[in-house]
């Protein structure tokens, strides 16, 4: 079966500080990599995503680093803010076939002041 | 960008009754959409993948039978959760397939059974 792994589970960081989570995926035939954020009864908003021709894709202070060969892949959220606390999940798909995600079972970042 | 746009956010219905969840695509077509259901303080579960004009694609162990799924158009999905029970209550999200790779998500349906 497919699977993600993400972890920590839960993480907890100083404002200002830098948020790491990271995903270890099995399947070899994934390409394409994306990371969500949910918000409390909302749904999943597409953070930042990633291919596995690039080791690194940045946008504003949410960077995704690849690592092709270790079959892993991490979010580094910088400057974290109170307002970047929710649940994150890394998800993998493959592009051709069915195009499901298949999601890790995600990352309740808490932001504390 | 992308959006979904998915109705109710959130319903309470008695148990027995069915209930209707509507996804729709608003500035792209939709061939394939998936419905989710997320239970509190997990992760997303598939339920079934939708292709327009043909069935669902249920995932195993999911009820095709409770869990109707129409894709009657490039930019509708529906589901319906038909004769419902306190344990349907969920939080139900769909998701749809651009033309850009991605996907995106609606707001997602809370639905609590009575």
């Known amino acids: 079966q497919q699977q993600v792994k993400q972890s920590p589970q839960s993480l907890i960081v100083q404002k200002g500080g830098i948020s790491i989570i990271n995903c270890a995926y099995e399947?070899?035939?994934?390409?394409?990599f994306p990371w969500y954020q949910q918000f409390p009864g909302k749904g999943p908003a597409l953070l930042i995503a990633?291919?596995?021709?690039?080791s690194e894709k940045k946008e504003g202070r949410f960077t995704i680093s690849f690592n092709k060969s270790a079959k892993q892949f991490s979010l580094h959220i910088m400057d974290s803010q109170p307002g970047d606390s929710a649940t994150y999940f890394c998800?993998?798909?493959?592009?051709?076939?069915?195009?499901?995600?298949?999601f890790g079972k995600g990352t309740k970042l808490s932001v504390i002041p | 960008g992308a959006v979904v746009s998915q109705h109710p956010s959130w319903v309470i219905c008695k148990s027995g009754t069915s209930v209707k969840i509507e996804c729709r695509s608003l500035?792209?077509?939709?061939?394939?959409m998936f419905w989710y259901r997320q239970f509190p303080k997990q992760s997303l579960m598939l339920m079934a993948t939708?292709?327009?004009?043909?069935?669902?694609?249920?995932e195993q162990g999911v009820e095709k039978d409770k869990f109707l799924i129409n894709h009657a158009s490039l930019t509708l999905s529906t589901l319906t959760v038909t004769s419902a029970h306190p344990e349907d209550s969920s939080f139900y999200i769909c998701?749809?397939?651009?033309?850009?790779?991605?996907?995106?998500f609606g707001s997602g349906t809370r639905l609590t059974v009575v």
């Open positions: 998701s749809a397939r651009d033309s850009g790779y991605g996907y995106t």
């Open positions: 399947n070899t035939a994934f390409d394409y």
């Open positions: 990633i291919r596995p021709d690039v």
């Open positions: 998800a993998a798909s493959i592009g051709a076939g069915s195009y499901q995600l298949t």
């Open positions: 500035d792209f077509q939709a061939t394939t």
């Open positions: 939708s292709n327009e004009g043909s069935k669902a694609t249920y």
